[in-house]
Nanobody
Framework: EVQIVESGGGLVQAGESLRLSCKAS????????IGWFRQALGKALEGVSC????????YYAESVKGRVTISSDSAKETVYLQMNSLKPEDTAAYYC????????????????????WGQGTQVTVSS
């Protein structure tokens, strides 16, 4: 059974940092990628970042490029999303998902045929 648990969200001020964690288990890490997605109130779900452990591919949305770093520790079955210089527009519910590949995180609308999602963690950035 695939299990995905996010943590690390919270309320911060603009310019501060947060590190989100995604513990994902129950599947072969080399067979899939892990993506971070977010959904702001009233907006569509969008891909933020992705990492593919098998081939080292990473992806960052233009809106976060240069401020966000994704990393993984397969031994701990955990993916991290380090977010720096946070902006009010980063406010959203952030979801971790096991996806077929990082291309899944780049498409809109977001469609994950695996349907493996965490419960989400809220990030709120005040101005």
């Amino acid at each position: 059974e695939v299990q995905i648990v996010e943590s690390g969200g919270g309320l911060v001020q603009a310019g501060e940092s947060l590190r989100l964690s995604c513990k994902a288990s129950g599947f072969r890490w080399d067979d899939y990628a892990i993506g971070w997605f977010r959904q702001a109130l009233g907006k569509a779900l969008e891909g933020v970042s992705c990492i593919s452990s098998a081939d080292g591919i990473t992806y960052y949305a233009e809106s976060v490029k240069g401020r966000v770093t994704i990393s993984s520790d397969s031994a701990k079955e955990t993916v991290y999303l380090q977010m720096n210089s946070l902006k009010p527009e980063d406010t959203a519910a952030y979801y971790c998902s096991v996806i077929p590949d990082c291309a899944t995180a780049q498409r809109m609308p977001v469609v994950n045929p695996l349907h493996w999602w965490g419960q989400g963690t809220q990030v709120t950035v005040s101005s």
